[in-house]
């Protein structure tokens, strides 16, 4: 089994698990209630600068221990302070040590959106995103059969969530655009053998229209890298493992978003 198809395994058991107490129901029709979130794409585009989608990510299947220790409060108010566009929130808890409870932390501390980062597959997360206080999800492509891919979409947006549509290659890059989605994530680490090619963001770009927001993720570590993909079109960047191994986060950060700036 590849490691997606192992986290899904183990996602699909937590899913069960969520429903068998219950109240689903009750819970969409909470999460309906509230307002709509903060609009991702919105704060991408009026960043004033590069923006970054700063993550807070405790480890991960291909790094493994990168920050165990982190101050989820103190991190996310360092990254917003520092000119993050939105903060990313990784909730996985069997493979990347988070929590919901980060997200929610997280509210307690920013005003600018925020991402949950996980492994849905099924509306009930999108109700625990949504009443957690997360503005926007993460859909991956490569984790959804289409169907389920456009319903979770659907739901997410009639949530007011903002969606974030991964892909890692050209077929899924077809398969979101059918959703005609406002923002694209191009995944440069290849899920065969884990390893990242920056490369895979400037090739996917080409096939995705100019006004649709392209988000770069995974080995983005330098203002140089930044650099490269701004000049192969790519929009925004998602940035975790190396703002979160930084021994100066704040200035890293800093220096991420002034890349490319007049």
Known sequence: MSVLDTILKTKTQEVEALKANGGLTEARRRALALPAGRSLKTALRTAGRTPIIAEIKRSSPSAGSINSLVDVKA?????????????????????????????????????????????????????????????????????????????????????????????????????????????????????????????????????????????GESGINSPADVSMLLNAGINGFLVGSSLMRSDDPDGLLKALVATGSA
């Not at 949950?116 to 059969?145: H, N, S, W």
């Not at 191009?186 to 895979?200: A, H, I, P, Q, Y």
Request: charged content about 20%; overall charge negative; hydrophobic content about 45%.
């Open 75 to 215: 991190q996310a108010a360092l990254y917003q302070e520092a000119g993050a566009a939105a903060v990313s929130v990784l909730t996985d808890r069997t493979y990347f040590q988070g929590d919901l409870e980060d997200v929610r932390q997280a509210r307690t501390v920013l005003n600018i959106p925020i991402l949950r980062k996980d492994f849905i597959i099924d509306p009930i997360q999108l109700y625990e995103t949504k009443l957690a206080g997360a503005d926007a999800a993460l859909l991956i492509v490569a984790a959804l059969e289409p169907e389920l891919l456009r319903l979770l979409y659907t739901e997410a947006l009639d949530l007011g969530l903002s969606v974030l549509v991964e892909t890692h290659n050209e077929e899924e890059v077809q398969t979101a655009l059918t959703l005609n989605p406002s923002i694209i994530g191009v995944n440069n680490r290849n899920l065969s053998d884990m390893t990242v090619n920056l490369e895979t963001c400037a090739r996917l770009r080409t096939l995705i229209p100019r006004d649709t927001l392209v988000i």
